[in-house]
């Protein structure tokens, strides 16, 4: 970059906030120039030696977060446009099996208790590695046990404890909804007053917190009754929390849009100010930060650059956007001024995943100098996805699924849930990839962050439908 970047603006009561503030622009800037080009063959190699050899021994810290090691590392792969290979599939289909408690649900690794953050995890890589019949995973899955072990988690304000005798988590809650909805387990029941617990979970300044304080006033039976308000969130507006309080809020609008009256309501506008505000300047090289006034962190390209998809999906935008001129490249770094930019910068996005994301060794990172890891690997790329790939809830892809549905005897709210899932596009003409066709990544789900393939494969299976093939797109 030829203009020097500026540093953030500083008062006059300099803080260990600001110095480290400062220290981290100075850095940042030393990686703001040289070639943009993903190291594919090195992120793989770095997938494959976890994989294959088994991850470093730093990693037995872990230990309970065997599924999530897994996941990561089976949908850096898929985002990376790499199979697995039949041998290790399976290893990775048995291995995870054995994760799988016996009461329902997963646990971080055999014989530990279940929890729901590990469950989506586990689900989530069979999804990936997993197959229909024996000894391919889905059919292994205890639907029934899962679906009781959910319900003893559920509290009277409509959360969810993440573990018997644990804590309430919105993050718990997504990976309890995403679970539900691709194994066809998603009830009225089971997400009955889930939404309200959801949106009162919204901060002042937008983003959502981990949770909120319920209060009870005594019935006239002696029985405790929920009040309506207040139910001040717990805790600062955070990354990862806002996306998956607005991820489950966009799962839940089949039930919410089925509710008679005092439908709850979640602050867009707030919610959009506060994402926004999360993409670093010029000099932070337009990474995303999870709070505000902390530092950039690469795994919140997801967290943070994933909510603008799902915002879309809820009706908010910018102008139109404007296909590029016939004959103009898809992959041209100097055709970026037809690309609507009104919600977050996609362009910078890639450029801190590209510059400062990477480690020159294999994998990605936090940030320079930092070293890779299987966490911030994944959500380094999913974020590159989310920032090449535009996918937003496609009309005609609706209709396609909707034409398809062969079980119309059943309640429409599952109907509403599976085709709500898998009707997501990429918006045409929309893909935009810096450093050229070589940097292109597969497109992640932006409710589910898996491919669309391997969503509509473990779906089709569980909801017994044909999915329609998707139609290529239209030659530019």
Request: net charge negative; glycine share 10%; with cysteine.
């Amino acid at each position: 970059m030829s203009v020097p970047l500026r540093p953030t603006p500083v008062d006059g009561f300099p803080t260990q906030t600001s110095h480290l503030q400062r220290e981290t622009e100075e850095l940042l800037s030393k990686h703001a120039s040289g070639q943009a080009t993903l190291n594919k063959n090195a992120h793989m190699q770095f997938l494959v030696r976890n994989l294959v050899q088994g991850f470093p021994a730093r990693y037995t810290s872990q230990d309970a977060s065997q599924p999530w090691l897994m996941f990561w590392t089976l949908q850096a792969f898929s985002v990376l446009q790499v199979g697995l290979d039949p041998g290790n599939r399976q290893r990775a289909i048995d291995t995870i099996l054995t994760w799988q408690h016996p009461d329902g649900g997963f646990g971080g690794g055999p014989k530990q208790n279940a929890h729901l953050l590990p469950t989506y995890a586990a689900v989530s890589a069979l999804a990936i590695a997993g197959r229909a019949g024996a000894g391919g995973g889905w059919d292994e899955i205890d639907r029934q046990k899962m679906y009781s072990f959910f319900m003893s988690l559920k509290q009277p304000d409509g959360s969810f404890l993440v573990s018997r005798n644990a804590e309430v988590d919105v993050r718990g809650i997504y990976c309890l909804i995403v679970t539900a909805i691709l194994l066809d387990i998603c009830t009225p029941e089971l997400v009955e007053g889930t939404a309200s617990f959801v949106a009162s979970c919204q901060t002042y300044e937008g983003g959502f917190s981990s949770a909120s304080q319920p209060y009870f006033a005594p019935g006239p039976d002696g029985q405790p009754i929920l009040l309506s308000s207040p139910r001040p969130p717990l805790g600062e507006a955070h990354g990862g929390y806002t996306f998956c309080a607005l991820a489950s809020w966009v799962m839940l609008q089949p039930f919410v849009s089925r509710m008679p009256e005092n439908k709850p309501s979640v602050n867009l506008k707030t919610l959009l100010r506060w994402c926004t505000n999360m993409q670093g300047v010029d000099i932070e090289l337009g990474g995303f930060k999870g709070r505000t006034n902390k530092l950039v962190d690469g795994c919140y390209s997801w967290w943070v650059g994933g909510c603008f998809a799902l915002l879309q999906t809820l009706g908010v935008s910018g102008p139109p956007h404007e296909p590029p001129a016939e004959g103009a490249s898809q992959a041209d770094d100097d055709s970026w001024d037809d690309v609507d930019d009104s919600l977050f910068n996609r362009k910078a996005l890639q450029e801190y995943v590209l510059f400062a994301g990477q480690h020159p060794s294999g994998g990605l990172r936090d940030k320079p100098p930092k070293g890779a890891d299987a966490y911030h690997t994944l959500y380094c790329l999913s974020g590159l996805s989310a920032a090449q790939h535009p996918m937003i809830p496609s009309p005609p892809r609706r209709d396609e699924l909707l034409g398809a549905w062969s079980d119309e005897g059943v309640d429409d709210i599952r109907k509403a849930l599976f085709i709500d899932s898998l009707c997501y596009a990429e918006e045409e003409g929309a893909s935009k990839v810096v450093g050229g066709p070589s940097n292109r990544v597969n497109a992640t789900h932006p409710i589910f962050n898996l491919t669309m393939t391997h969503a509509e494969g473990i779906m089709a299976h569980f909801y017994k439908q044909q999915i329609p093939p998707r139609k290529p797109a239209a030659a530019k």
